[in-house]
């Protein structure tokens, strides 16, 4: 069990920037025992007031596409160029990889580490992807409490995960290899829609060429969608984190996306419809876990499945016949 304190402890330990104390929170977020979580939420509950002042940036890519690399050069860019104050977030659901997170095995991040001005947390262990995106969002509370000004949210980009990234995230950044022959293939449409830039990683070298063709063909397959309730038409950049060279391209593209969307009031907008997602999100997965833990649920259950498996009962009708044990 985590080490406690009381809620005054931890509330003005995060508001004067105490990393310890803001690691201890999320620790408390990411417990699964009752009394931790109801800890946590007073502690985020009254930290809420100090949060929302940052630019919350979602990160993904598949494997291979430079993720580390790239978030270490960006954000030291931010930190070092635009006076940020990063952390870093990873939605990891450790069911989908074997074993570990997306951060907490990295040596890449090196730098950004050790930088007083960044704060990096990997995804916490064991969870389900469910679980997962609870304890970040809570957590990216605490971080903008804490006085970090830039989120990342970095996630794996092959799964559901992606979906969740985009509910609690201002930006979502689309890392992208220039792959040969046909640019297109493979990629996610959804995931496509979702980004509100493209970056094509590792334009250096002998990969230059093929950087800015897939650059110009990406930006003419995002033409193609429909532009959105943001007003924003997606962008296209290439980007050699090793030669840190367009981050500021990147940055740049960031704010102009802020300030779009400051001024045409689709930011507020956005960020108040994911607060209510949460909270129907949370209640969802509160009934889930009162349904599955009432006693005669527990204990009916596997009966009842084993008729619906051999089509003894309709599975609407064993549905129905459990829910009305709660
Ligand atoms: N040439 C070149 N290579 C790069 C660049 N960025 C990353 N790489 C290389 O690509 C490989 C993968 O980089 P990572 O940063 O580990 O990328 P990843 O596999 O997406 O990382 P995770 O998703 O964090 O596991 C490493 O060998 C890097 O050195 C770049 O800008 N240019």
Redesign the pocket.
Known sequence: MAKRFSPEKYVEGILAGDRVMLSRAITLVESRLTSDQELAQEVVNRVLPHAGNSVRIGIT?V????????IEAFGNYLIKEQGKKLAVLAIDPTSQRSGGS?LGD?T?MDSLSINPQAFIRPSPAGKSLGGVSRSTRESIILCEAAGFDAIFVET?GVGQSETAVHAMVDFFLLLMLAGAGDELQGIKRGIMEMADAIVI??A??E?IGKAKAARAEYQSALHLYPLGASNWSPKVSTC????HSGLDTIWQTIADYLELTQANGFFKKKRHDQNLQWMYEAIRQGLEDNFYAHEQVKQQMPVIAAEVKEGKKSAFAAATELLKLV
């Open positions: 890519g494997p291979g596409v430079g993720k580390s690399t790239f997306i990295k890449r794996v990683t590792k250096d070298g990969n050699s984190a090793l030669q």
